[in-house]
């Protein structure tokens, strides 16, 4: 058995992908599920719905596999800091999932600020303190459920990122785990300790019970119930999908940065097995822990992540709430029809702003317009917005690290717009890499998966696989450049603190 069965659980669809030993994705299947807008700044997700996609796809991709693609083991990764709570006999959650665009918690992570907390989660989490992270959701849902707080101090409920929810679903409950990816996006785990960290616990009302196991990123953890697949298959992985793709993109060294182009963007830098502290509103976070070297003693990655909320998400926008475009893959086009944006500016602060600003009452922005601003300069401003974002953090991350940036690995769904990564590379100063596998959410989990089962020796050997696509050269003058970039800060300014 040489296959690995990926599931890509994201923010708006559910996927699974079947890899061989090549890294070549061989079937792929994907659903997407409802997004849920209750009120001004909420997000919410069915975790039914998600599960039930999720299994889907997955035997949807069974049902293509040829009999001789029989599948080795199963590799997790999914959406961080989507929170759920549920009800540890019968499965059942006991409210939508929030998700982690999700708002609601702002006032309550500013009264933690007035308080003086965060300096404290900073230094053990490595987090900012925002509403982006768990812990404040699932504090909400204690306090906002009838009875939910009484039932958690007695052990009846559970709480999971989408992680630990389908391991959960996959085993029919028989394990509750998750792994260090995704626990140090809680605002709960502490970084040094590598455990889930008392004082913090204290600090958000958090029952211990709730919680899952800590276990490696990579390594057999449990086996599904083999009524659902029709037979047991090992559960080999779990990693968040920004960690994951990091990996897919073979960014074994210290030094190598990615940027994933999905609903956000997200830009990870590896910088060795010890947390490096941000002094630029980036998170420190883990990137993997898995068995490393001769004496298989685990070892755990760290790096350093700057979170934009809006990448693709933009896009979406521009689709079913201007309905100037009628599928994504049509901005590229429209964009294009223009030399440039004629000074109009988008600020996609829809859901606050990320690194390196958090500001969580920021609103989206459209500054410069005249009566010649066309729906195609729009489209562009949406393009350029992206990129101007990642530009920011890309800067923060230089400056934390101590590292002049190369490079910039990207993947994702909105890597595969040639004019958008000619912007980034423009915006950037370095060159843009986007190798032939875009798919390196999932791979990265697969390969995780295959190094614990066997199928892969070694890191090296993952790396040899890696391949460009295409390199995007910058080619904007420096003057110009730097006359963008200050333009757009101007626009962020229009933008900042707009919801208070």
């Known amino acids: 058995m040489t296959h690995i069965l990926a599931l890509d659980q994201g923010t708006t669809s559910s996927r699974a992908i079947l890899f061989n030993a090549q890294g070549n994705a061989l079937h792929t299947a994907q659903l997407e599920f409802e997004q849920i807008f209750p009120q001004l700044g909420w997000v919410e997700h069915d975790p039914l719905e998600i599960w039930q996609t999720q299994l889907r796809v997955m035997k949807q991709v069974l049902a293509e596999a ?28 006991l409210a939508n999932a929030i998700v982690w665009q999700d708002r609601r918690t702002v006032e309550y992570c500013q009264t933690l600020r007035q308080q003086g907390q965060q300096a404290l989660i900073q230094d053990k989490t490595g987090l900012v303190l925002d509403s982006y992270f768990s812990g404040t959701k699932l504090a909400w849902l204690l306090e906002s459920i009838p009875g939910a707080r009484a039932r958690a101090e007695r052990g009846e409920l559970a709480f999971g990122t989408i992680d630990s929810w389908l391991v959960w679903n996959l085993t029919r409950g028989k394990t509750h785990v998750t792994d260090p990816s995704n626990a140090s996006r809680t605002l709960l785990f502490n970084l040094h300790t590598l455990a889930w960290d008392d004082e913090l616990l204290a600090l958000f ?3 211990r019970s709730l919680l899952p196991k800590v ?3 990579s390594g057999v953890v449990a086996h599904t119930e083999p009524s659902l697949l029709g037979r047991a298959i090992p559960i080999a992985s779990i990693i968040g999908d920004q960690q994951a793709a990091t990996f897919g993109q073979a960014c074994f060294e210290p030094g190598m940065a990615k940027n994933t182009y999905g609903t956000g963007c997200f830009m990870l830098l590896n910088t060795g097995h010890e947390p490096v502290a941000s002094h630029n ?26 979170s934009v909320f809006m990448g693709g998400a933009t896009i979406q926008w521009l689709r079913d709430g201007l309905n100037i475009i009628s599928s994504a893959p049509e901005v590229e086009a429209l964009a294009a029809s223009v030399q440039d944006v004629a000074d109009t500016y988008l600020v996609p602060a829809f859901t606050g702003l990320g690194a390196p600003i958090w500001d969580g009452n920021a609103r989206g922005t459209l500054v410069g317009m005249t009566r010649g601003t066309t729906k195609a300069h729009i489209a562009r401003a949406a393009l350029e917005a992206i990129a101007l974002q990642v530009a920011d953090v890309f800067e923060a991350m ?8 190369a490079e910039l690995r990207v993947d994702g769904g909105a890597s595969k717009n040639n004019l958008l990564m000619q912007i980034q590379a423009d915006l950037l100063g370095v060159p843009v890499v986007r190798p032939k596998i875009t798919e390196t959410t999932a791979l990265g989990a697969a390969y995780l998966a295959g190094l614990a089962i066997g199928l892969w020796s070694s890191t090296q050997d993952i790396a040899s696989q890696w ?16 006359a963008k970039l200050a333009r757009w800060h101007q626009a962020l300014e229009r933008a900042k603190g707009w919801a208070t």
């Open 467 to 482: 391949s460009i696509d295409r390199r995007f050269e910058p080619s904007m003058a420096l003057a110009d450049r730097q």
């Open 205 to 207: 009302n958090i029952p």
């Open 66 to 93: 040829d009999p001789g693609q029989s599948v080795a083991a199963i590799a997790i990764t999914n959406q961080r800091e989507t929170t759920v709570l549920w009800d540890r006999q019968t499965g059942q959650p």
């Open 281 to 306: 509103k980036l998170l420190t976070t883990i990137g993997w822990q898995r068995p490393e070297d001769a004496t298989q003693s685990l070892a755990t990655t760290y790096c350093l992540e700057a």
């Open 215 to 217: 276990v490696p990123s």
């Open 398 to 405: 230089a400056k934390d690290s101590g590292i002049a940036l």
